[in-house]
C-alpha cells in the first residue's frame, strides 16, 4: 500500500490534493499539516451521520473553524461537494490553503458509488489521499470508485496507522488474550467469534449475544430476543470452543422489576433481561485484570436511563482502573460500543486504549478492507503510466483515425462517438 510519505515532493507541491479525512480534527491535522508545510493546495471531505442522508447534517462552520484553528491557515467551507461552483473555488485555492467540501454523507451518489460522482470528485485533484479509517469498510465513490479515476491515489498516515494497529494485534496479540463480544446480530457476529477462536485464551460471550448462546445451549432465556434461524451454528461453535475450555457466558442477569431491576440466577419466562448479572460482572473483571491484550466489541447490556450503572461502564471503569497499573493493550470497537463510551473514552488518555468503529470488525476477521484494496489497484509508477497513453489506430473499417473523434479524459484517453466513413 503507497502511503503520501512515499510520494516525491515535486508531486504534492503546490498540487491540488484531496484528503478524505475521519470527522475528528485531530486525528486528521497531522495529515494536513504535513501537506501544507510542503505548499500544497488542498481540499478535504468527511462524512458524518448516516450515509445516504439519513440522518446526515450539513457541516457546521465551526467545523471549518475548529479546523483553520488547529492548522493556523484559512479554510474555505463550501455548500456542496461537486458542481460548477466548487470547481470555481478549487482553482482558485492558493499553496498552503484549504477548501472543505461539503458533508459526503448527504449524497447518496456517494454510498451508491456511482461512477459518475466518482469522477467528479477526481476532476477536483491531481492527488487524493484516503485517510479515513472509519469508512473504510464501505465501498463509497469518495474512497474507492475515486481511486480508479485519479493520477495518483495513496493511504494517509492516520489510514496506514489504524489498519496496521489491528494487524498486529489480531496476528501477535501480547498474552493471556481476552475477546469481549456483545451487542446483536449473529450473523455479523458468528465469524468473528470463529476468527477470534484460535487466537484467544478467554472468549466472553455479552450483550444480545449471549441469549442466543444460551437458548442453544437448553437454557431459559425469558423474554430475551432470540435469533432461532442460527441456533444450530451456535451449537457448533460452543461445541468447539466448549472443548478448548476458551468460552465463557453470564451466570446471572439484571432483570426489569416494575420500575426498578433485580438481579437473578436464572431467567423465567416471563423476565425481560436489561444486562449480565453481578456475579458475571465480577467474573469479567476478573478476566480483565489478568489480561494482557483485551478485545471488546459490542455493548454487554441494555442501556436505560432508569438503570444507570450498565455493565459497559463498569467494564470501562474495571479497564480504567488495570490499565494504569501494567502493560495492557485494550482495543474497543464497532459502532454501538464506540457511540456508547466515546464521551467517557474521550476523556482518557491512555496509549494502551484505541477506539475503532465498524471497520476493526472486517481486520478482525482477516477481511479486506474495499479502501485499502482499491489503493492496491494501482501503484504510482502504473498510473503516471496511464496518464502518458498516446492514440492509436482503431481497427476496425467503420472508424477513422482523427483525433477531433476523441476527448482526453483526466486519467486517459477514450473514444466517444465513432466517426462514419465518408
Same mark, same amino acid.
Given at each position: 500500500m503507497l502511503t503520501i510519505r512515499q510520494v516525491p515532493l515535486e508531486k504534492i507541491r503546490g498540487k491540488r490534493i484531496l484528503v478524505l479525512i475521519d470527522p475528528n480534527i485531530g486525528t486528521a491535522a497531522p495529515t494536513l499539516g504535513s501537506l501544507i508545510g510542503k505548499s500544497a493546495r488542498l481540499i478535504t471531505a468527511t462524512h458524518v451521520g448516516m450515509p445516504g442522508g439519513g440522518n446526515a447534517k450539513k457541516l457546521s462552520l465551526d467545523f471549518a473553524k475548529e479546523l483553520s484553528h488547529a492548522l493556523g491557515v484559512r479554510v474555505t467551507k463550501l455548500d456542496d461537494a &461537486?458542481?460548477?461552483?466548487v470547481t470555481r473555488s478549487i482553482l482558485d485555492i492558493k499553496p498552503s490553503e484549504i477548501v472543505l467540501l461539503e458533508n459526503l454523507n448527504l449524497y447518496a451518489q456517494d454510498a451508491a458509488n456511482e461512477i459518475a460522482f466518482a469522477r467528479q470528485l477526481a476532476s477536483l485533484c491531481d492527488l487524493f489521499v484516503d485517510d479515513a479509517f472509519d469508512v473504510?469498510?464501505?465501498v463509497l465513490a469518495s474512497n474507492v470508485g475515486i481511486a480508479r479515476w485519479t493520477p495518483i491515489s495513496v493511504a494517509g498516515p492516520w489510514l496506514a496507522s489504524r489498519v496496521k494497529e489491528l494487524e498486529d494485534f489480531r496476528g501477535n496479540p501480547t498474552r493471556p488474550f481476552l475477546a469481549i463480544v456483545g451487542g446483536g446480530h449473529i450473523e455479523t457476529k458468528l465469524p468473528l467469534l470463529y476468527s477470534l477462536l484460535p487466537n484467544v485464551d478467554r472468549l466472553f460471550v455479552g450483550g444480545a449475544l449471549a441469549f442466543s448462546f444460551l437458548k442453544a445451549?437448553?437454557?431459559e432465556t425469558g423474554k430475551a430476543s432470540v435469533e432461532t434461524e442460527f441456533l444450530r451454528f451456535i451449537r457448533g461453535f460452543v461445541e468447539k470452543a466448549g472443548a478448548q475450555t476458551?468460552? @465463557?457466558v453470564p451466570e446471572d442477569f439484571i432483570i426489569r422489576h416494575g420500575d426498578n431491576a433485580r438481579c437473578v440466577s436464572a431467567l423465567g419466562p416471563m423476565d *425481560?433481561?436489561?444486562?449480565?448479572? &453481578?456475579?458475571?460482572?465480577e467474573r469479567l473483571c476478573h478476566l480483565i485484570s489478568g489480561a494482557y491484550s483485551i478485545l471488546w466489541v459490542g455493548s454487554l447490556g441494555v442501556y436505560a436511563q432508569e438503570y444507570r450503572s450498565t455493565?459497559?461502564?463498569? @467494564? !470501562? *471503569? *474495571? !479497564?480504567? #482502573?488495570?490499565v494504569p497499573r501494567r502493560w495492557q493493550r485494550v482495543l474497543l470497537a464497532g459502532s454501538e460500543l464506540v457511540?456508547?463510551?466515546?464521551q467517557l473514552v474521550d476523556s482518557i488518555h491512555f496509549p494502551q486504549f484505541s477506539l475503532f468503529g465498524d #471497520? #476493526?470488525?472486517? @481486520?478482525?476477521t482477516g477481511q479486506r478492507l474495499p479502501a485499502i484494496e482499491a489503493l492496491h489497484l494501482d501503484t504510482l509508477q502504473t498510473k503516471d503510466r496511464l496518464r502518458k497513453a498516446v492514440l492509436i489506430p482503431v481497427d476496425s473499417p467503420g472508424h477513422a483515425i482523427d483525433p477531433r473523434c476523441r476527448r482526453r479524459d483526466r486519467t486517459l484517453w477514450e473514444e466517444t462517438e465513432p466517426c462514419q466513413k465518408k
Open positions: &461537486v458542481g460548477s461552483d473504510s469498510h464501505r445451549t437448553g437454557y476458551k468460552l @465463557v *425481560q433481561p436489561l444486562d449480565i448479572g &453481578v456475579r458475571s460482572l455493565s459497559d461502564w463498569e @467494564v !470501562l *471503569q *474495571q !479497564l480504567c #482502573a488495570t457511540s456508547s463510551l466515546s #471497520a #476493526a470488525l472486517n @481486520v478482525a
